[in-house]
């Protein structure tokens, strides 16, 4: 049974040490990711769990339409539209990195769903995805290092739409915060969107890579 | 270093098929937008009135120089009044000013774009020689191929 955190009355922090205290399992906990690793690890060699991730929504699948949901009666006429989702694989020509214009790339949206709506922000963060070809050096380890879910800057995605035959995978780079405003960013070309473990995934990754806790990170900002 | 290169190659945008009434447009079907590509674009003509056509691609990148327009019309602003300042007050100052504002336009119309970053290398040098992992792309699954989706005519 999840712990309701909305739910006041079982404990209260008294104050801010008690507050810290109840935050830190759940403000820099990498438990998300220690589940990833654990299971990419039990499934054998790298060719198996390219098979498994490689499958059809696995991670990625076909993106996530508006009127489809509406249709199916999974989203409320009164809630808002949407036109992009967190997690989606999208190309545009209108990002920006360090000031230079990206061109010819793949981002995954980084920002969240509900920030994605019209005219609800100003700008949107993405995260740049590269291409892994079949000639690159050392292509099996790079590939073997993804699909354990171990690195702290990369996340595995398959082959995308509209990628040439040589691409045998894909990686989603957390290392670079890509810039856009929001209004180009809709007009996006939409390639595809992340599966439901697919995003679970790019969340806990996500989290993990912006806040973790290193043990002397704790010793220190407890003991100044 | 980053490989950096200038988005030089220029975007034309030509003419191709022209539609007089949605209805011609639909009976000739999906297979008559062809050859909508390359910046070549259709205009629709319907009742309600006059439509272009553009292929996906040529509209992103149509909407990404908008994008560098933008860029240049602010920095050409700051331009146009430095030079008005020291049409007015030709001093040192004001013309160092200019002079400030010119370099920090840099190297007009080329903005600065990039379409790759550094090759990806492995995080450890530890390699599994053990480790089985298939690189022949015809082993590779290709969930959302193009191919295999059905896609509307």
Redo the contacts between chains.
């Keep these: 049974m999840p712990i309701d955190y909305n739910d006041s009355t079982p404990t209260v922090p008294k104050n801010l040490a008690e507050l810290e205290a109840h935050l830190q399992a759940l403000s820099h906990d990498d438990h998300a990711v220690k589940i990833i690793q654990n299971f990419a690890k039990v499934l054998g060699?790298?060719?198996q769990r390219?098979?498994l991730f490689?499958?059809?929504?696995?991670i990625?699948?076909?993106p996530i339409i508006y009127q489809d949901v509406l249709h199916r009666g999974l989203i409320a006429p009164d809630e808002d539209p949407f036109i992009l989702l967190q997690g989606d694989i999208v190309?545009?020509?209108?990002a920006y990195?360090l000031?230079?214009?990206?061109?010819?790339?793949k981002f995954a949206v980084a920002t969240s769903t509900c920030d994605l709506v019209p005219d609800r922000r100003q700008y949107a963060t993405l995260l740049?995805v590269?291409p892994?070809k079949?000639d690159?050096?050392?292509?099996?380890?790079?590939?073997?290092?993804l699909l354990k879910f171990t690195?702290t800057?990369?996340m595995y995605l398959?082959?995308?739409?509209?990628?040439p035959?040589?691409?045998?995978?894909n990686?989603l780079?957390f290392d670079g915060i890509v810039q856009v405003?929001l209004d180009?960013l809709l007009?996006?070309?939409r390639?595809?969107s992340l599966s439901l473990v697919g995003w679970r995934i790019f969340g806990s990754l996500v989290r993990t890579i912006m806040a973790r806790a290193g043990d002397t990170e704790v010793r220190m900002r407890s003991s100044v | 270093m980053p490989t950096i290169v200038n988005d030089s190659t220029p975007f034309d945008l030509k003419v191709g098929s022209k539609w007089l009434s949605f209805e011609k447009f639909r009976t000739e079907g999906a297979k008559s937008l062809d050859s909508i590509k390359n910046g070549t674009i259709a205009i629709l003509h319907t009742k309600t009135g006059q439509y272009r056509i553009i292929e996906e691609q040529d509209f992103q990148r149509m909407l990404g120089l908008a994008r560098d327009v933008d860029r240049l019309r602010r920095g050409l602003r700051v331009l146009s009044r430095t030079v008005r300042v020291v049409q007015k007050h030709p001093d040192t100052d004001t013309i160092n000013l200019l002079i400030e504002a010119v370099a920090t336009l840099g190297t007009l119309p080329d903005l600065p774009t990039r379409d790759r970053f550094e090759p990806l290398i492995p995080e450890s040098l530890d390699a599994d020689i053990d480790d089985e992992v298939d690189v022949d792309p015809d082993l590779v699954a290709r969930p959302l191929d193009l191919k295999s989706a059905t896609l509307e005519d």
Excluded: Y
């Design positions: 060699k790298t060719n390219q098979r490689n499958e059809k929504g696995a990625v699948r076909e190309s545009t020509e209108t990195f000031g230079e214009r990206m061109t010819e790339m740049r590269q892994i079949k690159d050096p050392n292509v099996k380890q790079l590939l073997g290092e690195s800057q990369r398959p082959p995308l739409p509209n990628d035959s040589d691409i045998i995978g990686d780079v405003r180009d007009m996006a070309t390639l595809a």
